[in-house]
């Protein structure tokens, strides 16, 4: 199963959001993490626990083969699960990730412009789907969400409307940064913290959706 | 230069190409993949380097390469890791 983590704006909290995800699924089987980003944010920051194997595969500027050459060792893969951490813009790589993915997760900040990115990932999905007969699921995850906030109340509601799935919201924690900061996974950073909780909440929602794919 | 495929066109070409049969496909068990992590000596690490763009570009398509020719996925680290060997005896006296 694959599942590509993505969203066309940066700074949503995709690369902790895919460690995280990679890191709880690791658990129960072997687990790729694909760090497609250049900025290699992923492999640059994660002391990976154990049954996560963290590979950068970096695309930029690829022709049709290169494009081709990349999706077919993703899918030729030796591992259960396969997590793909995008990179932030409209690029081939995140394109090649939609087409292989059983499920994208989007995570989405409360901002306007974080949504509209959101708005716009959602069209590209929605555009992979009339090729892959339905393929990908979607999973938009309300993300560092100030609960106290008037925002942070209505956001999931705001989310509703993109007319996908929205998963359990994560909520701004400083566990979360410092696991971070300390280049864990916030499961084992502080394992049965409310963020660690959070964080397998989301995954089990994640589990069930790729049972459906 | 040919303009380069946007993400739109990279969704088209691996959904095109998913639907054909894996490479060296067969019936039963999928093989599993070759190995084309480097060898070490002893325990591996995995890090970040940082190195201008222009020969991470060079390793990428080394390593892409490689694989195509015998197989396995691609590995930048096991180009590293090979060129570090053939220069392990400098490298080694150097460090003192």
Known sequence: ?213 | MAKRPGALDAIRLTAAEAKKPAKGAKAGPAPKAAKAEPEGDGEMMTTAIHLPRDLWNLLRRVSFARAEKGGGRASVSAVLVQLVKESRDKLEREAG
């Open chain 1, 1 to 213: 199963m694959i599942v590509a983590v993505a969203n066309l704006k940066g700074g949503v909290g995709k690369t902790t959001l895919a460690v995280n995800i990679a890191s709880a699924l690791a658990s129960r089987q072997r687990v790729v993490l694909i760090d497609a980003d250049a900025q290699a944010s992923a492999s640059d920051w994660l002391t990976a626990p154990a049954g996560v194997d963290v590979q950068a595969w970096p695309l930029e500027d690829a022709s049709d083969r290169e494009i081709l050459s990349w999706s077919n060792r993703v899918r030729e893969l030796d591992a259960a699960m396969v997590v793909i951490d995008c990179p932030p813009h409209l690029s081939a790589v995140t394109g090649a990730a939609i087409g292989l993915a059983d499920l994208v997760v989007l995570p989405c900040g409360p901002s306007v412009a974080d949504v509209r990115a959101t708005a716009r990932s959602v069209e590209l999905i929605r555009e992979a789907r009339k090729v892959r007969k339905g393929k990908p699921a979607a999973l938009i995850v309300p993300n560092r969400v100030d609960r106290r906030s008037t925002t942070g109340k209505g956001f999931a509601l705001a989310l509703a409307a993109l007319d996908e799935r929205v998963g359990p919201t994560l909520v701004a924690r400083q566990a979360q940064a410092d696991a971070t900061a300390s280049g864990q996974w916030v499961g084992g950073y502080m394992p049965g913290s409310p963020a660690a909780q959070e964080v397998g909440e989301l995954v089990r929602v994640v589990e069930q959706m790729l049972r459906r794919a």
